[in-house]
């Protein structure tokens, strides 16, 4: 049986395992690179004390993981711009090109982020204005299409989470306007938008689900059975 029913088992695992490996990179440079740098003395000092580290040792590990986490965290996008490029139908089309991932019986384009906060209020304007050059122009090859800036995580309103497809309109800083309403021009959520890809209303939860099981077959490391449920609860925080 395989783990989804949108992606191949060999696709997911692949995608799963350039993660893993950006992980095990992201060590090994943030290790190699440790004393390269001049190391803040007082830094050491408070956040041993004020962190309640016992030991050098130990603030080293963790300043080490928190260096290597910034790598792992921006390829998360990348991730899920990858995941759904092997959905059939849908194209992956790299990083550095017109969009990130590419419809054309749908006529969708989308620019893939992985957070909410991943690119900051006052450049997302740029991004509007990117994809209405590719929506709107006549000679444009993607005329009509509908371009989604996407948010996998999606930003928080009153302590909950949000699900969203509406109009982008990001406000430009220089005149205090924000851009037109373009019903072509849209942001939407990650949970929505594994949807709208895989046509399944509960993709990107399935995926998360079953990410521990697809670890396990690839590197033979397999979390406590104790620790799924809280796990989840992370997903869930973020997601409903």
């Not at 060999?10 to 740098?37: C, P, Q, W, Y």
């Not at 957070?115 to 900051?120: E, I, M, Q, R």
């Not at 000679?139 to 995580?153: H, L, N």
């Not at 849209?186 to 890809?197: A, C, N, P, Q, T």
Request: hydrophobic share 35%; with cysteine; aromatic share 10%.
């Amino acid at each position: 049986m395989p783990y989804l029913n949108w992606i191949s088992d060999d696709a997911i695992k692949l995608e799963v395992k350039r993660i893993l490996d950006t992980a095990s990179s992201g060590i090994l440079s943030a290790s190699d690179s440790f004393h390269k740098n001049v190391i803040d003395p007082f830094a050491v000092i408070f956040e041993m004390s004020g962190f309640g580290i016992d030991t050098v040792d130990q603030w080293e590990i963790t300043e080490k993981s928190r260096k290597a986490q910034k790598t792992l965290s921006n390829a998360f996008g990348i991730f899920h711009q990858k995941v759904l490029g092997h959905v059939d139908g849908w194209q992956d089309l790299g990083t550095g090109k017109s969009a990130d991932l590419l419809c054309e019986d749908k006529k969708v384009l989308a620019e893939v982020k992985n957070k909410f906060n991943t690119v900051k209020g006052s450049d997302q304007v740029k991004v509007y204005d990117h994809l209405d050059s590719l929506v709107m122009p006549i000679a444009s090859r993607y005329k009509d299409y509908t371009a989604y800036y996407v948010e996998i995580i999606p930003k928080p309103k009153g302590g909950k989470s949000q699900v969203y497809n509406v109009p982008f309109t990001p406000s430009d800083n220089e005149t205090k306007q924000p851009r037109p309403t373009n019903e072509l021009i849209r942001k939407i959520d990650g949970k929505s938008f594994y949807e709208l890809v895989t046509g399944e209303a509960h993709a990107l939860e399935s995926l998360y689900s079953e990410l521990p099981q697809i670890i396990y077959d690839i590197t033979g490391n397999k979390l406590k059975e104790t620790e799924h449920a809280a796990i989840l609860n992370y997903f869930k925080i973020a997601f409903n």
